[in-house]
């Protein structure tokens, strides 16, 4: 019962907090800008494009950093999250220039607005940024513009948190085929072992990471076609907030 009741207290704290939170009406034009948010109400055309795309990706980012300031140690944002037809994601079967332009392009202006956000507030100091995805695209074409998935290599960057800048680790092959070293490639493992013992480091306390090989498959998965970015906070308080939230779509 007590447990119900403590649920249920902090529903109603989300439900008395968030608006505020989710409120950017506070914010100064120049982070407005920076961020690519300042034309409110803005029409875009029907085709997937880059300006809608930023201001899309931006607002999560600047609700993100929002969140990491109210306490809330795990916020994840999604880019590409829309299945419609013509598409508006990362799985870019049919034309990749036409999908992932526009994409990356947006994706660019919110990220390098929250890392700078976080670094001039202080809080990247202690807040791991993680831009991670499911798979990577093949090096050779699927229908002439498109590609397949490659589940053999992709990308990852992390950065913050005591985390050493300038520093690749885990490269591919020439052709961004498989990785340079077959016989010891980097894991998925490697990553959440990176990230946990820098969690750790950051609060100054003691983790003991452990990641073993299940077979072909790695255990990190995600909805399919998005690409996640993920910033974890380690040391603010929980309230009002839970310690994990999601920014699911483009509605915010």
Known sequence: MDARVRSYELAAAMQLSAPEALDL???PQHIL???????PGRTYPTEINSPEEAEYFGRKCLIARRLLERGVRFVQIWSGNDNSFPR???DSHENIARDHRPLAEGMAVGTAALIKD???TGLLDDTIVLWTTEFGR???SQAGTGRDHNPYVFTNWLCGGGIQGGVT?????EWGYKPLDRANPTQVYDIHATSCISL?????SSLSCTTASTGDSPTCTATSFRTSFSV???NLHHEPFPPYLEIPSRAL
Request: hydrophobic content about 20%; proline content about 3%; overall charge neutral.
């Open 118 to 120: 976080l670094k001039q």
């Open 25 to 27: 009406s506070s914010e």
């Open 33 to 39: 800008n920076v961020y690519g948010i300042h034309q």
């Open 200 to 204: 750790a480091s950051t609060t100054g």
């Open 138 to 140: 093949m090096p050779s």
């Open 232 to 234: 974890s906070k380690t």
């Open 88 to 90: 508006r994601n990362w």
């Open 169 to 173: 680790y885990g490269e591919s092959d």
